[in-house]
């Protein structure tokens, strides 16, 4: 695995929330490690999976958990202005056998598009950041996720696309019908 540019290893908190009014909010996940800290911006869906993902990963892991006494409450707090901050182009989950760590890995949506300024290295294959974690605030932050996408509109049964709370016009629905919010 590559180096990232900014690496937080071990996480002393780490959990994922929704800023502003159900249809208008945005999701970022926070980080804190030590003095440092940082929001990796993203799209509900990645929130989702990302929370989805957890507990599948944890389930299939063999070794027992090296880490379980690790405070899964968010010690201090997450300032304003973030060390590491951007929004996400790429993120990968994974598993650190030997520190027996779930490990996060960003990539930097300006880099993928290639927007970042450039350098004389070529690093856009390199992950904008990566952090390590235990099992326990894995499961904490699978709950936070699953907490900051529960607060929004609800889904459609028909097309699975929010709906507003004046309703939306489904497409499953061939435009005939106006589906109000349940």
């Excluded at 800023?19 to 993203?42: H, N, Q, V, Y």
């Excluded at 690790?70 to 202005?81: K, L």
């Excluded at 709950?143 to 929004?152: K, L």
Aim: aromatic residues 6%; proline residues 8%; contains cysteine.
């Amino acid at each position: 695995m590559s180096e990232a540019r900014f690496e937080f290893s071990p996480v002393d908190a780490i959990d994922a929330e929704s800023i502003g009014e159900p249809g208008k909010r945005t999701f970022r996940i926070r980080i804190l490690c030590g003095d440092e800290s940082a929001s990796l911006w993203m799209e509900k869906h990645r929130i989702a999976a990302l929370g989805e993902a957890i507990p599948r990963l944890i389930e299939q892991l063999d070794a027992p958990d090296q880490h379980p006494d690790v405070n899964t409450d968010p010690i201090g707090y997450f300032p304003d202005e973030p060390t590491v901050e951007f929004k996400v182009g790429r993120l990968a989950l994974g598993y650190a056998a030997q520190e027996d760590r779930l490990v996060l890995i960003a990539h930097d949506l300006a880099t993928e598009m290639g927007e970042a300024e450039d350098d004389d290295e070529d690093d856009s294959d390199l992950p904008a950041f990566s952090c390590r974690f235990s099992r326990e605030q894995a499961r904490a932050l699978s709950n936070s996720c699953a907490d900051a996408v529960a607060g929004g509109r609800p889904d459609c049964m028909l097309c699975h696309r929010p709906i507003d709370p004046e309703g939306h016009m489904c497409p499953r629905a061939n435009g005939y019908q106006k589906l109000p919010q349940t």
